[in-house]
Structures are given as structure tokens and as C-alpha cells.
């Protein structure tokens, strides 16, 4: 019997977290789900807590394969899926019970063929609001707004199977970072009718290891590379003259451009993505004070409000996030 939700777990060494994860599918009060784990050659007791689940409950199915990083291993859940909705958590993070009740019926209610709601950061136990609280909740198209497309991680979505057809639509593996954001923005474009949920439903672990949080030149570049190639499948769709298009590709412009600065510097910020200098002016963003000292050349001060913002983060912290 096809289920109607796939469920998309990649699994590489987090015997600490995976248990979490998993009993939150479980606790699922929408119970017509398979969830498919792939366990991408972890080294520690992952893939046998897999095999534990898969056993205690039919609705897991475990693949087994060589390290291949986090994209083969979604794309192998993505080509083993069988529902008539895809959907996809990290094996760090959880969900609350009733999401795919409510987005499932959300979406049969109001005929959308994509359903995303809001996340929470998790640091230390504490719970952070996600960045794109402020969207109108219901109806959206793609071209409506770009903050829509801040919710750009495939993990706080559910799709439907068209939307996601292998292997039409697959995580790219040239990508180290962004991979899912590159996704997102296929099935964003290709959406018919997408529904915004207020609820907060995902919940997003900060982990420390990630690569995400341990910012180096590669990572920049990396993302960098993300960014040029998610830019120019925009460009090819008849939507990238759009207004809230053009917003769109402007945003993800400055992204690494924010991560240099606040990392490596003026000089090597101004070398990213330079064409959106003028851009960043204005944003309300309290960067935005930073910029605007950068484009008219002050640098001394910039420089001076980054190290007091150094200051700042190491005592309220213990830990430093601005290089200069």
C-alpha cells in the first residue's frame, strides 16, 4: 500500500541526536507515513539505532551505503520514496507530533501542492523564532514575496511527489553547502500553489560541529559557488524579471557578503558579490550601519563598531564571531 507521506532521513554519525529525530516521527499523530533512513557509512552506533527502529516499526526502511555526503544519501531517499508527499528532516533536528496531520490537510483543504511552516533554533535548550516570522500566513506563489523564500531549507516543507520527480529534481553533489537551498528554489519555481503555516513546527538543532558554523575561506567560497549556481537557474525561469525575483537573487548576493565581512574583513568582503554593494544600504538591518560606512569609504570607523561588536559577543558569548 503507497503511503502518503515519505519521510527523508540522511543519518552520518549522530548516535547522540538520532533517537530524538526519530521518536518525534513516530509520535507523528498522522500515522500514514513510511520513513525512509539512509545511513551514509556512519562510523559510530547510527546505523544500528536505524536498524533498531526499522525493526520495532515497519514504516522505517534503512539504506545502508558508502560515505557519500548528505546529497547522495537524500537522493537515494528521494529515488526510494513511494508516498504521494515527500518530506525530509535532518537526524539532529525534530518535529512536533502534529505536523504532517495539519500540513496534510492544509494542503488537501486548500488544493496546494507545497506546504511550509516556521522552525525554531534550538541553542543550549533555549528556542529562537525563525527569521521568517514575519510572512503573511495562507496562499503564496513564488513571485508573490521574497520572504517567502527565506524558508529556504527543505526540512520545513512538505512537497508533492510531481514537485520532486526523480530525477528531474535531485540535490546537486557539486555543492558542498546550500544544497537544499538549491532544491528549494526548483520546487518554489515549479509550485502551482503553495500554503504558508504560522505554526512552528520544526525545530532546528544548532549544532556546533556543523559547517555552517565554523566559518573558513572554503566555506565562503563554497557558498559562493551555492549562490552563482542557484542564480543562474532563476535567470533561466520566466519569473527572474520579476520584482520580488530580482529581491531574491539581490539576498542570497549578500549572504556570504555578510559572512566575509563579519569573518575576514572589509577588503576581502568588498571582492564578494560586489555588484549588490549599493543594495545593502537598505536593508533594516543594523549591518545595514556597517555598510553604509563601507560604501562611503570610512572604514577606520567600520572597523572600530566591528571590534566593539567583538568585544561585545566574547563577554556576553565566550566565543568570537567578528574578524577584522
Known sequence: MTPCVSIIVPVYNVEEYLARCLDSIVAQTFSDWECIL???????????????????????????????????????????AKGEWIAFVDSDDWIDPNTYEVAVKTAFDNGADLVQWRWAEEIDGASKA????????????????CLYCESRSMCNKIVSRGLLSFPQ????TDLKLLEDTFVS????VRMQRGYQLDNKFYHYFMNPASA????????????????????AFLNESNLSKTKNV???????????????LMNFG???????????????????????LLYWLIFFHMDFIAVFIMKLWKKSNEKNEGQVIYES
Open 38 to 80: 539512509v545511513d551514509d557509512g556512519s562510523c559510530d552506533n547510527s546505523g544500528k539505532i536505524c536498524d533498531e527502529y526499522a525493526v520495532k516499526d515497519t514504516r522505517f526502511c534503512v539504506i545502508h551505503q558508502q560515505n557519500a555526503g548528505v546529497s547522495v544519501a537524500r537522493n537515494a531517499g528521494l529515488k526510494a
Open 130 to 145: 525563525n527569521v521568517n516570522a514575519h510572512t503573511r500566513v495562507g496562499v503564496f506563489k513564488f513571485e508573490d514575496s
Open 169 to 172: 529534481v535531485r540535490f546537486s
Open 185 to 188: 528554489f526548483q520546487v518554489l
Open 212 to 231: 555552517t558554523h565554523n566559518i573558513n575561506y572554503s566555506i565562503i567560497l563554497n557558498q559562493v559557488e551555492a549562490v552563482e549556481k542557484i542564480v
Open 246 to 260: 530580482k529581491r531574491i537573487i539581490k539576498q542570497l548576493k549578500i549572504e556570504p557578503k555578510e559572512y566575509a
Open 266 to 288: 572589509i577588503d576581502y568582503s568588498r571582492t564578494v558579490f560586489p555588484e549588490v554593494q549599493k543594495y545593502t544600504l537598505f536593508r533594516p538591518r543594523k549591518i545595514t
